[in-house]
């Protein structure tokens, strides 16, 4: 069966700290991969999204960027955080009935 | 661009009663998916339900039902004997098939949904 990760579960960081997000997905292969961030009372935002190794599409103009080295891991990077970047951030996979499956998420707190 | 509207942002339901949720979304695609899922106090997302538009059939899902109206664009979700585990943030999402950009999930912004004992 397929399971998906996500680390940290938890970061505290402050403004103008690098980040760096990891998602890793077992049991498929080739899938594609979503980042998505939820604020807090909101409902889920995609940030990025990629079909294939090094293949990154990016749906909102931000200050983060991410990258996909291996088939199954994504990650999601800043150089620099702002205040903004707090949130729940998501990983998620996508089935082969066009549904997805989210990883446990990661909280990141800028301070 | 597709949009979803969940016009609840809090249900209550008592203990074995039945409660629904509703979601309307916009589109000018013929072709798509929806979906519910469910995110409780953890966060972690959970899928719930899905309805292909091709299809006139409602999905079921055990305890979970959904009242798909195309024409009216009108997605709910029924949960029938609720369960105090079944308190969490209720999200409806749209999915287009065809185009660009057809990969992302839109979502609504959700419905608290408590279950009282």
């Known amino acids: 069966s397929q399971t998906i990760h996500q680390w940290p579960a938890t970061l505290v960081q402050p403004v103008g700290s690098p980040l760096s997000l990891e998602c890793t997905v077992e049991?498929?292969?080739?899938?594609?991969l979503y980042w998505y961030r939820q604020a807090a009372g909101r409902g889920l935002q995609l940030l990025f999204y990629?079909?294939?190794?090094?293949?990154i599409s990016s749906e909102v103009p931000q200050n983060l960027s991410a990258s996909r080295p291996q088939d199954r891991q994504f990650i999601l990077s800043s150089k620099k955080l702002l205040l903004s970047d707090s949130g729940f951030y998501l990983c998620?996979?996508?089935?082969?009935?066009?549904?997805?499956?989210f990883g446990p998420g990661t909280r990141l707190t800028v301070t | 661009a597709q949009t979803v509207t969940q016009s609840q942002p809090e249900m209550s339901v008592q203990e074995a009663e039945t409660v629904t949720l509703s979601c309307t979304y916009d589109?000018?695609?013929?072709?798509?998916?929806l979906f519910w899922y469910k995110q409780p106090p953890s966060r972690q997302m959970i899928l719930v339900i899905r309805?292909?538009?091709?299809?006139?059939q409602n999905a079921t899902e055990n305890r979970f039902s959904v009242n798909f109206q195309k024409a009216a664009k009108s997605f709910s979700l029924k949960i029938s004997d609720s369960q105090l585990g079944d308190a969490a943030m209720y999200f409806c999402?749209?999915?287009?098939?065809?185009?660009?950009?057809?990969?992302?999930?839109?979502f609504g912004k959700g419905t608290l949904l408590t279950v009282n004992p």
């Open positions: 998620a996979w996508g089935g082969t009935s066009y549904e997805q499956y």
């Open positions: 049991g498929t292969s080739n899938p594609n």
């Open positions: 990629s079909v294939g190794i090094g293949q």
């Open positions: 589109t000018s695609e013929s072709d798509y998916y």
């Open positions: 309805q292909e538009a091709y299809k006139q």
């Open positions: 999402a749209y999915r287009r098939l065809r185009g660009g950009s057809n990969y992302k999930l839109t």
